[in-house]
């Protein structure tokens, strides 16, 4: 099993910037993807941008040309760079491994963007 910790989660104004770490350790090997999530109350959980093991990278087209997602292997980190931000970005933000048959998540991150 993988642990992830995330962290540099704020508050920040609108046109702000904001960097997202995702450490993981454990059965690192294991992982194919990581990626991060964002949820806000009443709503479901969605993809912001994934990394494969390859180093594939995909965003989601409400953060295309903003938010950056990256990795740091030797430090086995993951990194959203997070650009121009804007109120509608604010949430909680989740780190993600997917295994072959199962996934794992981080415990949560709240981003806040204010107007």
């Known amino acids: 099993q993988v642990q992830l910790v995330e962290s540099g989660g704020g508050l920040v104004q609108a046109g702000g910037s904001l960097r997202l770490s995702c450490a993981a350790s454990g059965n690192i090997l294991s992982i194919r993807v990581m990626g991060w999530y964002r949820q806000v109350p009443g709503k479901q959980r969605e993809l912001v941008a994934a990394i494969t093991r390859d180093g594939s990278t995909n965003n989601a087209d409400s953060v295309k040309g903003r938010f950056t997602i990256s990795r740091d292997i030797a430090k086995n980190t993951v990194y959203l760079q997070m650009n121009s931000l804007k109120p509608e970005d604010t949430a909680v933000y989740y780190c993600?491994?997917?295994?072959?048959?199962?996934?794992?998540w981080g415990q949560g991150t709240q981003v806040t963007v204010s107007s």
């Open positions: 993600n491994a997917k295994y072959v048959w199962s996934e794992n």
